[in-house]
């Protein structure tokens, strides 16, 4: 989500037309017209493969819609309550991508580990499904992220995952608010010096759902170091930017780091995340049907 709403920004939204727009009328089995859209200025000199896809207006909140939001007097509670009004449908295929692997693991021993967490929409999400569906296990969300504001003119840019920042006071007050302090973790940690560190001191701590979103290589090397000899077997690792040009150092460490049989899948109703890796899972055994490959010999 927040990724979209990034390259949203740095691609510019594409015009949309404010008025309802007639649906045509079309025999079946023939497709609507392609819309005659180039590409947004900028895009070919920054990226060239997966993100010139990603910059249509199909799914996406455009400005358009999200000014028409803010004009119609909709009060706050319109927008927690009945969010699939607003919300677009590609973050709403994000969250039904982390509620099928949470379901998955529904049964796997192990906590649920967030890398990168922002304004905390994902550890959110499975802390209050860890709620619906173990209310009395003791599953908790540990969302890993060192909540530092970029500091300067050097400051990290977007795509850099660093360049995101919530402060760590005002997501303790919404995990406080709703009750969730034992139902939700913050270690404030920078995940390449003290990882390792927090681990030592925690040796025991096992996971069933570990998602990496701050998609450097050298994060996600140090993520899988520490993460995968502690995420259960059947457990699954989901990563935001496989083989996606924003991140190109996420496919590089799962390359070099995990398993060259692991199964690579990716969510066919999905977009980011892009791929998870259920461990254990040798490709004979992955169900038929299910968009799988290796990255042995990558
Ligand atoms: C792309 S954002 C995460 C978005 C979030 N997962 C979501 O879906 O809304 C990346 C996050 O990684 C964090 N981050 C970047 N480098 C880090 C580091 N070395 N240690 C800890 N956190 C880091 C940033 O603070 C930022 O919150």
């Known amino acids: 989500m927040v990724l979209r709403k990034a390259l949203q920004r740095l691609l510019g939204t594409p015009a949309v037309p404010a008025v309802p727009v007639p649906v045509p009328d079309l025999a079946p089995g023939h497709a609507p017209p392609v819309p005659d859209v180039a590409p947004p200025a ?47 449908a590609k973050n709403l295929s994000r969250f039904v991508s982390f ?36 209310p009395h296990g003791l599953t908790q969300v540990h969302g890993f992220d060192w909540f530092k504001e970029p500091e300067g003119e050097n400051a990290p840019k977007f795509p850099d995952p660093a360049s995101y920042h919530e402060p760590y006071e005002r997501i303790c007050s919404i995990v406080n608010v709703q009750g969730l302090q034992s139902h939700l973790l913050l270690p404030r940690v920078n995940v390449l010096t003290e990882l390792q560190d927090f681990f030592q001191r925690n040796d025991y701590l096992r996971f069933k ?47 070099d780091l995990l398993p060259e049989d692991a199964v690579i899948h990716t969510f066919p109703q999905g977009w980011m995340p892009t791929a998870y890796v259920v461990k254990g899972e040798k490709l004979a055994a992955a169900e038929p049907g299910m968009h799988a490959g290796t990255h042995a010999g990558g």
């Not at 010139?52 to 939001?69: M, N, Y």
């Not at 170091?225 to 935001?240: H, M, T, V």
């Open 42 to 88: 900028g895009i070919e000199a920054q990226f060239h493969f997966e993100a010139t896809k990603d910059s249509g207006p199909l799914g996406r909140t455009t400005e358009a819609a999200a000014s028409k939001f803010d004009s119609l007097q909709y009060r706050s509670e319109d927008f927690y309550d009945h969010f699939p009004c607003f919300t677009s």
């Open 99 to 134: 509620y099928e692997c949470y379901k998955r693991t529904l049964g796997i021993a192990g906590h649920i580990a967030e890398v990168g967490v922002y304004r905390g929409a994902v550890s959110f999400f499975f802390t209050k499904l860890a709620l619906m569906y173990e």
């Open 209 to 255: 759902i570990v998602f990496l979103d701050a998609g450097t290589y050298d994060i996600v090397a140090r993520c899988i170091e520490e993460f995968w000899p502690r995420l259960s077997q059947g457990g699954i690792l989901i990563l935001d930017q496989y083989n996606f040009e924003v991140a190109p150092g996420e496919t590089l460490a799962v390359r």
